[in-house]
């Protein structure tokens, strides 16, 4: 489990260490990162806020693959980008009083408990 903690903390500053923040938040939480990812999957090609939606896609792209690299998560083949930002966004919405942990950790959490190892 601790090697996990370690992944989580390592990938999400990773996939959100560009993002700005106030500096008394937690590191990239969560409820930053998915209004941009509800605007992208509700608008198709063209969100309302490019730079939020441009952020959220790329965390999930980067987290994600890192997750499957280490074996972390194991989704199958053929999954859409669309349905794996669906997947973490109803992830995060499940999970509200987890909001203010890191994007990272909610994008690992998703992953494992969706696409697990066997």
């Known amino acids: 489990m601790r090697r996990l903690g370690v992944i989580a903390m390592a990938l999400g500053s990773l996939g959100v260490a560009f993002w700005p ?38 965390s999930i792209a980067t987290v994600g693959d890192v997750l499957q690299r280490l074996r972390v998560a194991c989704m199958p083949a053929g999954v859409s980008y669309q349905t794996i930002d669906r997947v973490v966004v109803q ?13 990272g950790s909610t994008i690992m959490e998703a992953y494992r408990t969706t696409w697990p190892c066997h």
């Open 21 to 58: 923040r106030p500096s008394d938040a937690a590191p990239y939480p969560t409820s930053q990162f998915v209004p941009g990812c509800e605007d992208y999957l509700n608008s198709g090609e063209r969100p309302h806020d490019p730079a939020n939606a441009l952020a959220c896609r790329a």
């Open 91 to 103: 992830y995060a919405r499940a999970h509200l009083k987890e909001w203010d942990q890191n994007f």
